[in-house]
């Protein structure tokens, strides 16, 4: 996790650097030099590339991030803290639902395999997967904000952006940017709990427990499910860092204040400090969940204990 | 031996009408209807890319043709028009004639999406094949190496990669080049490793071949199947980066019309005339889904192991 987190930073570090301009290029008037030497100065963007970034790992390694460069004395981690309860929100929102869907969805199609519920499941989690997230969210958009809006004549629609209470599951301005961004990964989850069920109801354990006339629940249950189900543990780590993670589009869409949103203008704003602590964040927030998920293994699948 | 060989010729064998592995991929691609159905919207589209490009004026040859306008010329007094026989698809913002827009979209996204792909096979099919090939120190240094990409979030490290390199296609195509080699590159060493123990190889090497011939005779061959599949499943993920990007403002610039760029217009319009990011958004899903589909023939045909 450390040497991982440590060439997301240098990589960071350096493509930051190559980028033409910097934090104090301003539109139209520019910063007069002197006052641009000053700021370099007092951020330390004076010093050697080098010396900036162990001074940026040894800052890193305290847990301090150093100030934003675009707004005047404010830490990176109180701004990032700010936007974060918005993102999470969503992303745990939408992995809550995710899920059970995406897992019924799968077991299903896949206990009746070849049936139209099995047609419909995969139809849906193929169209779900190669339809990008910002057409989903203005498909929902147009449907439900304008057109429901005319039909009803502004009586009833679902409000197009924001999110006013960050930390509360149940708002009605959750409702479209939970689909959009729950839309790939349940449909992605469901792909895989479906082909692992198929694959665990073809093992001979199973056919001996419907030999031995276990009730169908039963078997379902204790047998298919369990086993079938550790490969999609696998997945719902990465599952939820990149719900947590990658919703820059989903945030633009429906104007969330949330990470996603000011890591896209902190890129185009040069915010040094801001896009590094971003970076971190995300590359901490994914190496994370693959550690738990590891953790989980030992617990689900015996068989990892036996090989180490 | 000679002898024997030539004797063994005449006789008249009694086998079925011979099938090579290309041409019975080709027969299991046909049955699957999905999949021939995306194999002709991505012909269709081909053709739309080229010919609104080949002749290098605005237009192309569909101008030519009088089928669609100009994708640059902005009329002011014709913005937001509903489609009209003139304007098939309406016209945008500025009065530019969405049609042509979207048929020169489609080259660029196509162009994106599919020659990417020989940048990924370089990348990810060199490091693989001598991850797997050497073995020992140099497979555990590329995999590790392989390891932290692919910890790395994608859209992130394109996000900043393309910051660096200023917005244009060149850096978003090398962009998502230099990020999506990680699956192809473990590919790549999974099947060396396998191919490598089997039978006819061993024969190969007892018999002295080069290990250029090895490579080029037996191991390009037997995992061409997967490489295929793999890429041609990159190949919707690289034009959603591409029309992600430029959604988010940081890729393709205006005006120079991507489908992202399109999209980008149109949702800041919606409310104006929901029509004008419909269409590009479809042009999106339906590309993607096209793909899709192919690399689930593909898949079916070229590889009958991984077959659901």
Do not use: C
């Not at chain 1, 900036?52 to 005047?72: C, E, R, T």
Request: charged share 10%; no cysteine; proline share 6%.
């Amino acid at each position: 996790m450390i040497p991982v987190l440590f060439f997301v930073i240098l990589v960071t570090f350096i493509l930051m650097h190559m980028a033409p301009g910097g934090p104090w290029d301003r539109e139209g008037r520019q910063l007069s030099p002197a006052v641009i030497n000053n700021l370099n100065i007092k951020y330390g963007l004076d010093k050697p590339l080098w010396q900036q970034f162990w001074l940026y790992l040894w800052g890193a390694v305290h847990f301090d991030f150093g100030d934003s460069l675009q707004s005047p004395g404010q830490h990176v981690s109180t701004l990032l803290l700010e936007s974060w309860p918005y993102t999470l929100t969503l992303g745990a929102v939408t992995f809550v639902l995710l899920v059970p869907i995406g897992i019924g969805l799968g077991v299903i199609a896949a206990l009746r395999q070849n049936s139209w519920a099995d047609y419909g499941a995969l139809g849906l989690a193929t169209v779900a997967a190669s339809t990008p997230n910002f057409v989903v969210g203005i498909i929902l958009i147009i449907v439900f904000s304008l057109e429901l809006n005319k039909i009803t004549g502004g009586n009833f629609y679902l409000p197009t952006g924001g999110l006013p209470q960050p930390y509360n599951p149940f708002q009605i301005q959750l409702i479209m940017p939970v689909i959009t961004l729950g839309a790939l990964p349940t449909a992605y989850i469901a792909r895989l709990t479906r082909s692992s069920t198929l694959e665990t109801l073809r093992q001979d354990f199973v056919r001996t427990a419907w030999a031995k006339g276990l009730r169908p629940r039963l078997v379902v249950i204790r047998h298919v499910l369990k086993n079938s189900l550790i490969p999609v543990v696998t997945a719902l780590g990465p599952t939820f860092a990149f719900l947590v993670t990658g919703s820059f589009i989903v945030e633009t869409v429906f104007a969330i204040p949330g990470i996603g949103r000011s890591f896209v203008t902190s890129i185009s704003s040069r915010d040094y400090t801001m896009i590094l602590g971003t970076t971190l964040l995300y590359a901490g927030m994914i190496a994370l969940m693959n550690l738990i998920v590891d953790v989980l293994y030992v617990f689900i699948d015996p068989r990892v204990r036996l090989n180490s | 031996m000679a002898t024997a060989i030539g004797v063994a010729n005449q006789v008249d064998w009694d086998v079925p009408e011979q099938t090579g592995l290309w041409q019975d991929a080709w027969i299991r691609f046909r049955r699957n209807r999905l999949a021939v159905a995306g194999l002709a919207v991505v012909i269709i589209l081909i053709v739309i890319a080229f010919g609104a490009r080949l002749p290098a004026t605005p237009g192309g040859l569909w101008k030519i043709l009088h089928i669609t306008g100009d994708p640059f010329s902005q009329n002011v007094v014709d913005t937001y028009a509903h489609p009209s026989l003139q304007h098939p698809l309406g016209t945008d913002i500025l009065g530019r004639d969405q049609m042509s827009r979207i048929f020169y979209g489609a080259s660029i996204s196509l162009a994106i999406g599919i020659i990417v792909q020989f940048l990924v096979l370089v990348i990810g099919g060199s490091i693989g094949m001598a991850a797997g090939y050497y073995g020992g120190r140099v497979d555990n240094l590329l995999m590790r190496f392989t390891d932290i990409m692919y910890a790395f979030p994608d859209l992130l490290l394109v996000l900043v990669f393309v910051a660096a390199f200023g917005p244009s296609f060149w850096s978003i195509f090398i962009a998502i080049g230099i990020t999506s080699w990680v699956g192809l590159a473990r590919l790549v060493r999974g099947q060396v490793l396998s191919i490598k123990e089997k039978e006819y190889v061993e024969a190969a090497i007892m018999t002295g071949s080069s290990p250029i011939k090895l490579i080029l005779k037996h191991l390009v061959p037997n995992s061409l199947g997967p490489v295929i599949v793999t890429l041609t499943f990159g190949i919707p993920s690289a034009i959603f980066t591409e029309a992600a990007l430029s959604f988010l403002g940081i890729g393709i610039r205006p005006p120079e019309p991507s489908w992202g760029v399109m999209i980008e217009d149109g949702y800041s319009g919606i409310f104006a005339d929901p029509l004008q990011v419909l269409f590009p958004a479809i042009a999106v899903a339906l590309t993607m889904l096209s793909f899709t589909f192919i690399g689930d023939g593909l898949r079916d045909a070229l590889d009958p192991r991984m077959r659901r």
